[in-house]
């Protein structure tokens, strides 16, 4: 995701149960204000609140919170019964396994875990049959879903230490992964998780009964906007970079370019849990990796495009992300 919009790639995924036969599909996509036409165009991408609009619908229509990607049917009304639980939590660590223990009982052949370490806490994800082989779709969106509440209970955006998933990246996949703005990101994992520090299950829960009947109107609204609206000084960061075209890519010149002290932004980045040279370092990986896949440029024309005054350099730092050579990740992106 990025800004107001989401990939069209995301949208496609979501609808994937949904029957074309009878222009049911179709219809849903026009009643929400989306061409379906326009999802088959390169880059194409849909505004968050038009998706989560489209989301609601096809819950209702599928009759079913995981849109048809589990073993069995999550009725409507699930994630309401699971929230009302949470609620009464003493904390946000208790919130979380009582997530855990609920979601495990629903019959969707996902086993939910929650570790507390001592210095972290893990949220994990895999099929209760390791037979079973489910769509990447099921682990993004409710890893997105258990996220952003945690995230909602606590009036607090949780930085993410990591997020792995027992899968390949999808052609979304760093689209995506910037929602939790994690450290790490691992992917072909035995299973799917999320990590955060453990400090952070101590936080209150903040909100009331009154405010969580509010949420669940329209849950896939709430946590949407919830992220849209919180602080992102790392995608400025990110704009400010990108539009030079890497010459302004210290904090100074960034800083200066966002018109507050350097301190100021280092301290902004520090609480939504980023450093200046991960972000940084981010985009280059990101935007390398789209010029690795979609282009014919050379690795030293990409080098230079990225800030790096070396070949060398690059390739370095490249490895050092993916554990690949730029070339050979070009050639296993053919």
């Known amino acids: 995701m990025t800004g107001a919009t989401i990939a ?9 149960n949904v ?5 049911v599909r179709r219809a849903m996509l026009i009643d929400n204000g989306i061409r379906p036409e326009a999802l088959e165009n390169p880059g194409a991408r849909v505004q968050v609140q038009k998706f989560a609009n489209l989301l609601r619908d096809a819950m209702i229509e599928l009759q079913d919170e995981q849109l048809g990607y589990g073993v069995g049917v999550q009725p409507p009304g699930t994630w309401t019964t699971m929230a009302q639980y949470a609620l009464d939590a003493e904390n946000l660590g208790d919130a979380i396994r009582r997530l855990s223990r609920f979601y495990r009982f629903v019959p969707w052949g996902v086993e939910t875990r929650c570790e507390m370490l001592d210095e972290n806490t893990n949220f994990t994800m895999r099929p209760a049959n390791p037979e079973n082989k489910f769509s990447p779709y099921l682990y993004e969106s409710f890893l997105f879903y258990y996220y952003q509440f945690c995230c909602w209970l606590t009036d607090y955006r949780i930085p993410v230490l990591a997020i792995g998933f027992n899968f390949e990246s999808t052609s979304y996949s760093e689209d995506y ?9 691992d992917y072909l994992e035995e299973f799917s998780f999320i990590s955060f520090s453990s400090r952070y299950n101590s936080l209150p829960i903040k909100h009331t009964a009154i405010s969580i009947k509010k949420m669940i109107e329209h849950a896939n609204l709430v946590l949407f906007n919830q992220y849209l609206q919180q602080a992102r000084w790392a995608e400025k960061v990110e ?12 904090i100074t010149s960034v800083a200066r370019q966002l018109c507050i002290h350097p301190h100021t932004l280092r ?19 990101k935007l390398a990796m789209n010029q690795l896949k979609q282009t014919r440029k050379s690795i030293e024309d990409i080098a230079i495009e990225l800030g790096y005054s070396e070949t060398s350099a690059f390739s370095r730092a490249f490895k050092r992300w993916t554990k690949l050579s730029p070339q050979n990740f070009r050639d296993q992106s053919k």
């Open 239 to 250: 704009q400010v970079i990108a539009i030079s075209a890497f010459q302004n890519n210290s």
């Open 8 to 16: 069209a790639e995301v949208v496609l995924a979501a609808l994937a």
């Open 177 to 185: 992964v910037g929602v939790f703005s994690p450290q790490r990101v």
């Open 267 to 285: 301290r902004r980045l520090k609480n939504e849990g980023r450093q200046f040279a991960e972000v940084r370092d981010k985009l280059r990986l």
């Open 19 to 23: 029957p074309e036969d009878g222009g």
